[in-house]
């Protein structure tokens, strides 16, 4: 059974007790009581999908699948529970939903892998409020005890991979993404990790840094060019863009 979410029709709610009259004859195997109850409950399933409309995955794909949460919170559901139908619906729904991502990731990371990348960012936090600035990779290294390379993997383990038609820049004008700067490096997969490394560098620059580095480097405009369109003179785009790279270079 399929579900559109642009074909929702959303019927008035019914009490709690027509709800359990409908669950105890689906669970006796009366798919019309069954479907009565997954109608009555699409607009929650949609409410709940909205949640991860920023994932990259289709909002009818999230939908199916919430659905079939609902299915098994339908399926599960105990009439003993001293709650209502819909609170238990919420977290299957949302658990068949993060079990899909969980799932679909074509990358699998160790438990070791997730444990340590889990303990370098909290000795990051540590640290930072210890040193009062960021620490290098090698100090969360020494701070755990562990060798920096291992550090180095476990975070990289734990990224999430980045889309390809993720923007790096967006204004008034076409927004940049990560392929419109490595359609010309086929040859050369290092460069791929290159660009993408460097996306990640500069979204930790404060953001009037990050624009300069952008309007300077990927879209080709001069100082002079920038200051106008930012309303500041050519000394302080000058002043921030040297600020912006030596902060990259530290980054690095």
């Known amino acids: 059974m ?3 979410s642009s074909e929702l029709v959303f019927p008035q709610s019914s009490d709690e007790e027509d709800i359990f009259e409908l669950i105890r ?3 006796r195997g009366d798919q019309t009581a069954k479907e009565k109850i997954i109608q009555r409950n699409l607009k929650l399933v949609m409410s709940l999908v909205q949640r991860f409309k920023k994932t990259g995955y289709e909002i009818d794909d999230l939908f199916q699948i919430g659905c079939i949460g609902l299915l098994k919170a339908v399926e599960k559901f105990d009439l003993n529970y001293n709650v209502q139908f819909s609170t238990y619906a919420v977290p299957m729904i949302i658990g068949e939903i993060r079990r899909f991502f969980r799932d679909d990731n ?3 990371v160790s ?3 997730k444990e340590l990348a889990n303990k370098a960012r909290k000795a990051k936090e540590e640290l930072t409020k210890t040193l009062l600035r960021e620490p290098t990779i090698g100090e969360i290294a020494e701070y755990l005890g562990v060798q920096r390379e291992d550090i180095v993997t476990a975070l990289d383990a734990v990224k999430q991979p980045q889309s390809l038609q993720t923007p790096i ?3 008034d004008r076409e927004p940049i993404c990560i392929e419109d700067h490595i359609h010309n490096v086929n040859d050369d997969p290092n460069l791929w990790t290159d ?3 460097l996306r990640q560098l500069i979204s930790r620059l404060e953001e009037k840094e990050k624009n300069i580095l952008i309007m300077r480097y990927f879209q080709d405009h001069t100082q002079a060019e920038i200051a106008k ?3 500041i003179s050519q000394v302080q785009v000058s002043r921030i863009e040297k600020k912006a790279l030596k ?3 530290e980054y690095l």
């Open 25 to 27: 004859a689906s669970q």
């Open 169 to 171: 820049y967006e204004s």
């Open 111 to 113: 438990r070791s892998l």
């Open 247 to 249: 902060a990259l270079r």
């Open 2 to 4: 399929s579900w559109k």
């Open 106 to 108: 074509p990358i699998k």
């Open 195 to 197: 660009k993408l490394n």
């Open 229 to 231: 369109k930012l309303g």
